[in-house]
């Protein structure tokens, strides 16, 4: 989430060439914002994409500030926060479906997640292409995972975070609702692709642990032996199209970037090892990075 300052910097140092990576930016819910994007539409060049808004609904499984269904196992009677109220989380996605803009929305907890699916469907109001997105989807009840499939709802999720929580998420969920927590390959399921990120600066910003904590679900000292919760890994495959092809079409940039294909903008970058097939590969170096073909 990015106020309008930050936004127009990034596009001026872009265009200068003082920049050189490429960013899709969030905008956050200001007032500024929001009268900017209305006037002007969304911002799409080949380096810099704005057409969605970051809205934040509830805290972290950490600090207890996520919104669950019942009381923390931890701490009685207490079930988080909202960040933002759901009455206006409801008036800012009205405002999002005008402008044909994505609602990206940080959900926790399965009461955050639950809420944040109904009001999505009450506006997307079945299959569709507007890309809306949960970003986290961390705690999900698993019978309300059918409202992703149900409205075309993208589940956006850092893998990383499941190997950082480990140590105490079941103090915080109790074991009888970690069914649903972390559930990657159950959110893949629901529409055959998953995006994945890094989660940075909260986590590690390299992509090389989200592949590690997503195929093999261990944190970079190779921990738990077996992995933490298994059965929800990904393969290698499904992770590097996750960071890759799956990422940009959350994006709504699948037609520039995301795979080598003619027509499209050449972004790559060149390993020195076989990551699908090496199962210790967090001492990869990366050798070279192309941006649109032409080497940084």
Same mark, same amino acid.
């Given at each position: 989430?990015? +106020?309008l300052?930050?936004?127009?910097? !990034?596009?001026s140092?872009?265009? &200068?060439g003082?920049?050189?990576? =490429?960013?899709? @930016?969030m @905008?956050?819910?200001?007032?500024?914002?929001?009268?900017y994007?209305?006037?002007?539409?969304? !911002?799409?060049?080949?380096?810099l994409?704005?057409?969605?808004?970051k809205?934040?609904?509830?805290?972290?499984?950490?600090? *207890?500030?996520?919104?669950?269904k019942?009381?923390?196992? +931890?701490?009685?009677?207490?079930?988080?926060?909202?960040?933002?109220?759901?009455t206006?989380?409801?008036?800012?996605?009205?405002?999002?479906?005008?402008?044909?803009?994505?609602?990206?929305?940080?959900?926790?907890?399965?009461?955050?997640? =639950?809420r944040?699916?109904?009001?999505?469907?009450?506006?997307?109001?079945?299959k569709?292409?507007?890309?809306? %997105?949960?970003?986290?989807?961390?705690?999900? &009840?698993?019978?309300? *995972?059918?409202?992703?499939?149900?409205? /075309?709802?993208?589940p /956006?999720?850092?893998?990383?975070?499941?190997?950082? +929580?480990?140590?105490?998420?079941?103090?915080?969920?109790?074991?009888? %609702?970690?069914?649903?927590?972390? @559930?990657?390959k159950?959110?893949?399921?629901?529409?055959?692709w998953?995006?994945?990120? &890094?989660?940075?600066?909260?986590?590690d910003?390299?992509?090389?642990q989200?592949?590690?904590?997503?195929?093999? %679900?261990?944190?970079?000292?190779?921990?738990?032996?077996?992995?933490?919760?298994?059965?929800?890994?990904? /393969? @290698?495959?499904?992770?590097?199209?996750?960071?890759?092809?799956?990422?940009?079409?959350?994006?709504r940039m699948?037609?520039? !970037?995301?795979?080598?294909?003619p027509?499209?903008?050449?972004?790559?970058?060149?390993?020195?090892? +076989?990551?699908?097939?090496?199962?210790?590969?967090?001492?990869?170096?990366?050798?070279?990075?192309?941006?649109?073909?032409? *080497?940084?």
């Amino acid at each position: 989430g990015l +106020d309008l300052d930050a936004i127009l910097l !990034i596009d001026s140092l872009q265009k &200068t060439g003082d920049l050189k990576i =490429r960013v899709y @930016a969030m @905008a956050n819910p200001s007032k500024e914002n929001f009268e900017y994007f209305q006037k002007n539409g969304a !911002i799409e060049t080949d380096l810099l994409q704005v057409s969605s808004f970051k809205i934040y609904a509830d805290g972290s499984l950490g600090s *207890r500030g996520a919104k669950l269904k019942a009381p923390y196992c +931890d701490k009685e009677g207490y079930t988080g926060v909202w960040v933002t109220n759901p009455t206006e989380i409801d008036s800012l996605c009205n405002l999002l479906d005008k402008m044909n803009f994505q609602a990206n929305t940080h959900c926790i907890g399965d009461s955050a997640n =639950r809420r944040i699916l109904e009001i999505y469907g009450k506006h997307l109001k079945g299959k569709n292409d507007k890309r809306w %997105r949960i970003e986290h989807a961390q705690v999900v &009840t698993p019978a309300d *995972r059918e409202l992703f499939a149900k409205y /075309s709802i993208i589940p /956006s999720v850092q893998p990383t975070h499941a190997t950082s +929580d480990m140590p105490w998420a079941e103090q915080r969920l109790c074991n009888t %609702r970690m069914d649903g927590a972390y @559930a990657y390959k159950s959110l893949l399921k629901l529409h055959g692709w998953l995006p994945l990120g &890094t989660d940075f600066p909260v986590e590690d910003i390299s992509p090389l642990q989200t592949f590690y904590a997503a195929v093999y %679900r261990q944190n970079k000292d190779s921990k738990p032996l077996g992995g933490f919760m298994p059965e929800e890994s990904l /393969s @290698a495959n499904e992770a590097i199209l996750g960071m890759t092809l799956w990422a940009a079409k959350a994006n709504r940039m699948e037609t520039k !970037i995301g795979s080598l294909e003619p027509g499209k903008l050449a972004d790559f970058i060149v390993l020195d090892t +076989d990551i699908v097939n090496e199962k210790y590969m967090l001492k990869t170096k990366v050798v070279g990075t192309y941006l649109s073909g032409g *080497r940084n």
